[in-house]
């Protein structure tokens, strides 16, 4: 059997065009439209919100695909740095909330309502950056990119990948859980940091506040889409796909693959934590059940739906899986767990590129054909379409 | 479910057409049975001239679906015998149920639909302390009406939350008192799953076991929810020796920590267990065999022996079979709707802050548990009952507090 | 913490301690082997092995309800043909499993970990549907409950010996499959290289079919063997999850000895540490261990030697 990755894989390697090619600034296009137009116009304030709490999965999924699509790194620990972007901004605005005045029938009034229910009486040491907000929004992306670096040095030094790097990230997603769910004292506990209220003196928790933040959201997904293609369109990207294919040709050739490895990964953490924080922005709480493995395995599958190869699909996919959640389980809460396996089964059986790769199969063949029949004859083979997103 | 109405635009449309031969065709007579709508609900909630909106919202699926299987259908049951009877203020329930997943921001997302969207007069639901949490904000931003069932840690307070399971203190306290006075309890060891009930619980039972009883604690272990190898800290009960096991354990934990303690030699009937996290609901997956012998704190029974009871659990099996059983946060959940009515029809609407405000000392005497009283913190007074498990799966109710208890959900000196 | 006890009774708790440690060791052995087979010897990540577990649980289950219900002569010995029906059982949903999924994969191995993933929550709400959302209780023969009387203080857990007894058993006749058997010679070439074990005359997928078979067949073994000790619900399995695919990892994935030798280090650590600090803390440290030593030797405690 013709291994479909792999087919995709040579049709992006010869790729040697432009930052972006029409049809990927078309698809950006749409996408924004989609994003910032069409469904702010569309939905309800209740409905937007939702989607911009699935938009900050969207991150998450975004970052798959450059780790997992384009270097080869399966990681099942998304979550972590998901849940530790999320914590560190939840640490931020729990601060905030927990003035002397709103939390005067405390015993130790000024710090969050959990410390003081475990009789801790001062701040603890690694709570006291998160008092300030510039400091807070270089951590959220650094503790977690920090996080990631040690894992993933040390692993990639000693050349662990593939399935075992798979599974060590999922023995660390369940070590994570488990220190933050004992620990409740400093970190709230499986509760998570909850009640949150205003950033900066600013309400978070309005309709009019959650509009805008979907909007920054949205600014911030498409930014990220922008660094990731630029990733992939840069000589690094081409090292990427070529080290996750032959890895140890590409080590012959005398170029450093951990490192290269080192980075992808981190880039996916930093991606992941700018959705975390996002998520605690609009969602108003953050909690361990985050961290875990089940949210980090589900996040692989948006990326896997919307096409492991495409980061436009990676947002879509993250789209459809959610909304397909939310409405499976709004009519038929009994079957949705049916739904979402079956999804997973044919995602992997039958369209393992995805919704990008059903796109670039079947629509985008036609409509090149289409478009390039008015000016000139066919091209001669069009089999797998153009490497395009 | 009804999937017709999810869309808000559907929804206006189709309540628009209900309403219209109401208002113009129609004589008012029609719908006497209740007084008008506009007299009973001014804030845009989802009441019409024949129907009320409740939200039910449990986890269905998920590991939470095991325990909040007993919840929602004690919610259901309470609600079909409601509208038996003629509903609220002459308008049927009309339920609309999502499902919490067990995933915490879920609940909060399906907790914003029921009142943004389905506009619910009110919510029966949440099972979790965390899921509470979650939802609290929404339900306090939106000024809706949340009927929690469980049991919890206390150290919460909100005007739109009844709380109609008993806080920390309600239920440990007398719990404690008895086994020092009956079984010469003075020295202790806690077991918990390692979250902020057990933590919480076990910190209120220290201090009552050291400050009032003058007992002492040899033990104290918290285990990862879902841990399933309990043969370690056995051993050190067979070292410690303590009068009293204490545990709340939780979940499938609970499960092998009782088939494993049965099966290390520990004998219940000599030593003395008491436990606030075993229900009915719980025996029936470790085993009656496993735990018969050990005490059990709640403030329900199945077998409490009075008229109420006897109705409800005929009722129950009626509705939901034969070998279902019921367990304490069952019949707190099924408290829910008829304390939701109550307040309503003293409010005479279903606003609200008017059926916040007609709550406190409302008396609810059809209770299986007997008689309650809502406290104006919104908490239930009731009594605390201890009971020893039997093989059967049942309860033998060995103790009943005489009076009932005051809800004390900031316990001073507790924490 | 030791100097209010007397030495007797010291004793008598570290060697209770041991079993202990014994007795989780067989816990991990047993839910580690049928993982080793389906990982070590496929490389397929089978995310769905709870769930076969739980199906020999739930397969107890109905075993000993049938045995109350029409044959309660019979019910002390109920289990034996529980767990042989739980071997089926298991071991011919793997079967089939392996025939309608998991053959499109074997070139794909972190696809197997999505697909089964899938699986798994089909599996578990398949369970809810049929079994119910709770947790089901499984009535033991009263010769499986309670303990051997050693000495005055000394007390094994009957349950925790006949864990023990079944492991044993079971890792036997696995190692004499796998390394004395022809089945088992065909096993590890088609392992070693599929194209020339298909070129000697061995059917390839069948093998594969079978080997499938009998890892999921014998996790419903340990299934119906964990109803003594743990819990049987529909979403049971997931707890067993995580530490099982460790135990494979941390003992080098091709090899059965180094997953006994694994399961035993891990199970001796987590035991001790629980009995001197708090059982979430042991957890924590016992995985921060397995993960640090992973890291500095990522091939695990045993690897075979071969040649890639």
Redesign the interface.
Known sequence: MKNPVQTLTKSVTVNDNPFMKPIEWLSLAVLALVLLVVLPSLLDAFRLNLVGKYLTYAFVALGLVICWGYAGILSLGQGCFFGLGGYCMAMYLKLEASSVENTKIQSTPGIPDFMDWNQITALPWFWKPFQSLPLTLILVVAVPVLFAFVISAALFKRRVGGTYFAIITQAIAAILTILIVGQQGYTGGINGITDLRTLHGWDIRTDGAHTILYFVNGGLLIGCILIAQFVKKSKLGRILVAMRDKEDRVRFSGYSVAGFKVFAFCLAAAFAAIGGAMFTLQVGFMSPSFVGIVPSIEMVIYAAVGGRMSLFGAVWGTLLVNWAKTSFSESFPDLWLFGLGALFIAVVLAFPNGLAGIWREHVEPRLTRRVKGLRAPPPAIVPHGAPAE | MDRGLRSPLRRKLLMGLAAAPALSLLPRTAFAAGPATSAVSTTGLAVTDTEVTCGILHSITGTMAISETGAQQAEKLAIAQINEAGGILGRKIKIIQEDGASDWPTFAEKAKKLLVNDKCAAVMGCWTSASRKAVLPVFEQYNGLLYYPTFYEGLEQSKNVFYTGQEATQQILAGLDWVHKEKGGDTFFFVGSDYIWPRTSNKIARKHVENVLKGKVVGEEYFPLGHTQFNSVINKIKLTKPKVIFTDVVGGSNVAFYKQLKASGIDLSKQVLLTISVTEDEIDGIGGDNIAGAYSCMKYFQSIENENNKKFVADFKKMWGEKTVIGDVTQAAYLGPYLWKMACEKAGSFDVDKVVAASPDLEFKGAPEGYVRIDPNHHLWSKTRVGKAKTDGQFEIVYTSPELIKPDPFPKGYQ | MFGD?SLG??GA?FA??G??GL??FS?YVLMALGLAII?GQM?V?N?AHGEFMILGAYMTYLCSAFFQTYLPALFPAYFFLAMILAFCASGALGMLVEWA?IR??Y?????????T??????L???Y??IF?????????PSWL???V?VTDSI?I????LFVMAVTTLITVGVALLIYRSRFGQQVRAVMANRPMAGAVGIDTEKIDRYTFGLGCGIAGVAGSA?T?????????G?????DT??IV?FGG?ASLLGTIASAFSISQT??TL??FL???????LT??A??GI???R?QGLFTLKVRR
């Open positions: 006890y009774d010291l708790i209770m301690q079993f202990a007795i989780l816990v990982f490389g990540i995310m999924l499109h994969l070139k794909r191995p972190l696809d197997t970990l999505l697909a993933w899938g699986l798994s929550l089909i578990q709400q398949a809810r549907s119910g959302a709770r947790e089901v209780g499984v009535e033991l409950i309670g303990s009387q007390e857990p009957i349950n925790g964990f003594m000790i743990g819990s049987t619900g529909p979403t049971s997931q707890l067993y999850i995580v695919f460790l990892v994935a987590q035991s629980e009995f708090s059982g979430s803390m042991a957890k924590v995985l921060l397995v993960v992973l890291m500095l990522p």
